[in-house]
Nanobody, 123 residues
Framework: QVQLVESGGGLVQAGGSLRLSCAASGRTFGSYAMAWFRQAPGKEREFVAAISWSGGGTYYADSVKGRFTISRDNAKQAVYLQLNSLKPEDTAVYYC????????????????WGQGTQVTVSS
């Protein structure tokens, strides 16, 4: 297991940018695939992006492809999500999550979750 703490959320106008961070504690962070999910009010939690343990592989939801970028720094035990060209429909609580093995977009495979950080995009 690994403990995760997200930060970097906030209020931004449409078209703006934010950078979310997820700080991890635990000696095995470098062996985990990491992902970002989000949950908007009244909606189910959905996959946003994932990155392999090495950072060499990434995968994005179609809704964010070309606008969001996931990255990681294993030396700092952190994963990041750069959000560009934000839209009001990106408003949600963003969560980072960790799992062993290969990256996936399936929420049920992730065993460690942060508490979330709120992103609000105004029109």
């Amino acid at each position: 297991q690994v403990q995760l703490v997200e930060s970097g959320g906030g209020l931004v106008q449409a078209g703006g940018s934010l950078r979310l961070s997820c700080a991890a504690s635990g000696r095995t962070f470098g062996s985990y695939a990491m992902a970002w999910f989000r949950q908007a009010p009244g909606k189910e939690r959905e996959f946003v992006a994932a990155i392999s343990w090495s950072g060499g592989g990434t995968y994005y939801a179609d809704s964010v492809k070309g606008r969001f970028t996931i990255s990681r720094d294993n030396a700092k035990q952190a994963v990041y999500l750069q959000l560009n060209s934000l839209k009001p429909e990106d408003t949600a609580v963003y969560y980072c999550a960790a799992k062993g093995g290969v990256l996936t977009d399936s929420m049920v495979n992730y065993h460690s979750w942060g508490q979330g950080t709120q992103v609000t995009v105004s029109s």
